[in-house]
């Protein structure tokens, strides 16, 4: 089954604990990004990845480290969390950012305390 | 820097309706447009995607329009049903930032039986 998988779906962790989350997709994707939810605010993008060893910055990425070694993952690192990152994160890939349509993992709701 | 709003924030219409989502945003140098439905506790499915090429797609029940050059889009469902019951969000992607999306704060749709 296509998919992209997120792990763990729910995380509560205290102030300054380094924590990943990661992302996995199966369908070959080049493209993949990371967004976060939060009341009032929508979603944000974190940081995206145009294809293996290309990132860039989306609109919120302070306090966020993301890697693509390899084409099916893209964890997103928290280095020092903060309760201000307390959120939804979602991860999504799709074939190509442009023309195709984006598929999302399921969550991961992150409590920092 | 790109803006997109939905309005309304919420919508509640009796079974058999047909209704419009809108979207509008700011920037009109748009890669593309999609339409995503989110679920309670879950991730986001894309609906349609709409390149900046092009004025509509249609899919089963929804059609979505673009007008970029009024930085707006419609989303039309017809003969709503108890599960359309969902957010509905849509998102652009950037033209000169490739690789970069922005999305709408959702509407809530409340279909009722």
């Known amino acids: 089954e296509a998919q992209v998988t997120q792990n763990p779906r729910y995380l509560i962790t205290v102030t300054g604990k380094k924590l990943t989350v990661t992302c996995s997709q199966n369908?070959?994707?080049?493209?993949m990004s990371w967004y976060r939810q939060d009341p009032g605010l929508g979603l944000r993008q974190i940081y995206y990845?145009?294809?293996?060893?290309?990132?860039d910055k989306g609109d919120v990425p302070e306090g966020y480290k993301v890697s693509r070694k390899e084409k099916r993952n893209f964890p997103l690192i928290l280095e020092s969390p903060s309760p201000n990152q307390t959120s939804l994160y979602f991860c999504?890939?799709?074939?190509?950012?442009?023309?195709?349509?984006?598929?999302f993992g399921q969550g991961t709701r992150l409590t920092v305390v | 820097k790109q803006e997109v709003t939905q309005i309304p924030a919420a919508l509640s219409v009796p079974e058999g309706e047909n209704l419009v989502l809108n979207c509008s945003f700011t920037?009109?140098?748009?890669?593309?447009l999609q339409w995503f439905r989110q679920d309670p506790g879950k991730g986001l499915t894309s609906l349609l995607l709409?390149?900046?090429?092009?004025r509509e797609q249609t899919s089963g029940r929804l059609n979505a329009s673009l007008d970029k050059s009024s930085g707006r889009s419609t989303l039309y469902i017809a003969a709503s049903q108890p599960g359309d019951s969902a957010t509905y969000l849509c998102a652009v992607s950037g033209d000169t930032n490739a690789g970069k999306s922005t999305f709408g704060d959702g509407t809530t749709l409340t279909v009722k039986p």
């Open positions: 369908m070959n994707h080049e493209y």
């Open positions: 920037d009109s140098a748009i890669y593309n």
């Open positions: 709409i390149q900046s090429s092009q």
């Open positions: 999504a890939s799709s074939l190509s950012w442009a023309h195709t349509e984006a598929f």
């Open positions: 990845s145009m294809n293996v060893e290309v990132t």
